[in-house]
């Protein structure tokens, strides 16, 4: 199984600052990468896909960037609805895998 | 719009069998993609379970082998995972998804708000 390692696994942030989150599979998933925000007691939401693409309705102020194992969630100018949890999951080969979260809070 | 809405028993015990139902509207799961079930451990570890795709083919995590069976009723437009022989480890929040491709890359695009099991005699 491809392996995601996700980090950091927690980020404490004030509202307006720009954060990055990493994603490294164990092996080339050649940009088969997706990334959802999960909300408290909610189920998670599609953010990105293939590694840059930016889902329907998602604001501008995030970003995905990488390819081979090495990817990255970037979020501009954080805004109050943009805390919670952050996942990578790949889409080269099944078992599809997610990485292990990073819980964005707020400082 | 599409929306996914899971059922089924929020308490199972011990060797018993977890059956749940995710009943699908807006889109008719004949007509395209592939329908997964994804489930989210206490600690918030996301598995990936199986899925059944619009012509009825399987795909079952190897880490579940032979005790999930991911089937459906295309006459009420739902499809059900049945998880057998289940242990306190199968305590978690059970999601079904739809999978939706672009002609390569695919992702999770709809997800179901979730339904919470539990394991314990």
């Given amino acids: 199984d491809i392996q995601m390692t996700q980090s ?10 720009t ?27 599609l953010l990105v896909y293939a590694a840059t693409n930016l889902a329907d309705g998602v604001p501008s102020r995030f970003s995905g960037s990488g390819s081979g194992t090495q990817y990255s969630l970037k979020i501009n100018s954080l805004q109050s609805e943009d ?13 599809w895998t997610f990485g292990g979260g990073t819980k964005l809070e707020i400082k | 719009d599409v929306q996914l809405q899971e059922s089924g028993p929020g308490l199972v015990k011990p060797s018993q ?5 995710c009943s ?5 799961i004949t007509s395209g993609y592939y329908w997964n079930w994804i489930r989210q451990f206490p600690g918030n570890k996301l598995e990936w379970m199986g ?8 795909n079952y995590n190897p880490s579940l082998k032979n005790r999930i069976s991911i089937t459906r009723d295309t006459s009420k437009n739902q499809f059900f995972l049945k998880l057998n022989s289940v242990t306190t480890e ?7 998804a739809r999978e939706k491709g672009d002609g ?18």
Avoid at chain 1, 8 to 17: F, I
Avoid at chain 2, 24 to 28: A, E, L, M
């Fill in chain 1, 8 to 17: 950091p696994a927690s980020l404490s942030v004030s509202v307006g600052e």
């Fill in chain 1, 19 to 45: 954060v990055t989150i990493t994603c490294r599979a164990s092996e080339n998933i050649y940009s088969n990468l997706a990334w959802y925000q999960q909300k408290q007691g909610k189920s998670p939401q």
């Fill in chain 1, 83 to 95: 805390f919670g949890s952050y996942y990578c999951q790949h889409f080269w080969g099944t078992p």
């Fill in chain 2, 17 to 21: 069998s977890l059956s749940l139902t």
């Fill in chain 2, 24 to 28: 699908v509207t807006g889109y008719s």
């Fill in chain 2, 51 to 58: 899925y059944i795709s619009y012509d009825g083919s399987n």
């Fill in chain 2, 90 to 96: 199968d305590t978690a929040t059970y999601y079904c």
């Fill in chain 2, 104 to 121: 390569y890359y695919v992702y999770f695009d709809v997800w179901g708000a979730g339904t919470t099991v539990t394991v314990s005699s």
